[in-house]
């Protein structure tokens, strides 16, 4: 079984529009997650932390439920700017600093 | 805003030539991380760094990979007798700031390709 496992899309979208990605992990030691965008053949840049209240950034709202150890996040009023790969990402585990990545899911937003 | 920064932007070296990837983490972080990333497929962990010792490494981070922090500023990963499957992007990261400690940021990357 993988460590994360996501969809990989593409999710392909009209502008304006409310698209949500989930992801689920196995280890169940896992104590921080968090969401990366990665543009082509770019560096992955960190989005947001999720946490177990749930958060929000603007557009973007991360959930986390750790009794079915799965993660979503929900991208509202969808922008062109939005297109990219979405990273699901947790720890190693327990006092692990390492990040285990998904596959990533691939968001299309067009015009 | 302090970001992390990574040289060469690309490197191409031949099989079995050693080289060098440098990265200069965000100032004030105190761990310090390599992932790579083979075309098409997922970012993969390599090795943290804190305490100027190695804190975790995967088994990808065989010995022909080292790291180093020579100096206050800079973290090098060197990679001995390159293989064609070494062939990828290598991304540096660091963590540890004040307000968000676990939270790694990337740098740019190095696109090594081996001949």
């Known amino acids: 079984r993988k460590e994360v496992e996501q969809d990989p899309g593409p999710f392909n979208v009209p502008e304006g529009a409310t698209v949500a990605f989930n992801c689920t992990y196995s280890?169940?030691?896992?104590?921080?997650f968090f969401w990366y965008r990665q543009d082509c053949r770019k560096e992955p840049k960190l989005l947001m932390s999720?946490?177990?209240s749930g958060n929000e950034d603007g557009r973007f709202t991360a959930q986390l439920n750790r009794a079915s150890q799965y993660i979503s996040l929900l991208i509202r009023d969808s922008k062109l700017s939005d297109s990219a790969t979405y990273l699901c990402v947790s720890n190693g585990g327990d006092s692990s600093y390492k990040l285990i990545f998904g596959s990533g899911t691939r968001l299309l937003v067009r015009p | 805003e302090p970001e992390v920064t990574q040289t060469p932007s690309h490197q191409v070296t031949q099989m079995g030539q050693e080289v060098i990837l440098r990265c200069v983490p965000i100032s004030n972080h105190l761990y310090f991380y390599w992932y790579r990333q083979i075309l098409g497929q997922k970012v993969e962990f390599l090795v943290s760094?804190?305490?100027?010792?190695?804190?975790?490494k995967s088994e990808i981070f065989d010995d022909q990979f080292s790291v180093e922090r020579p100096d206050g500023s800079n973290f090098t990963l060197k990679i001995r007798s390159t293989k064609l499957e070494d062939s990828a992007m290598y991304f540096c990261?660091?963590?540890?700031?004040?307000?968000?400690?676990?939270?790694?940021?990337f740098g740019p990357g190095t696109r090594l390709t081996v001949t």
């Open positions: 990261a660091s963590s540890g700031g004040q307000i968000a400690p676990d939270e790694q940021y």
């Open positions: 280890n169940s030691a896992s104590q921080s």
């Open positions: 760094f804190y305490n100027n010792e190695i804190s975790e």
């Open positions: 999720v946490y177990s």
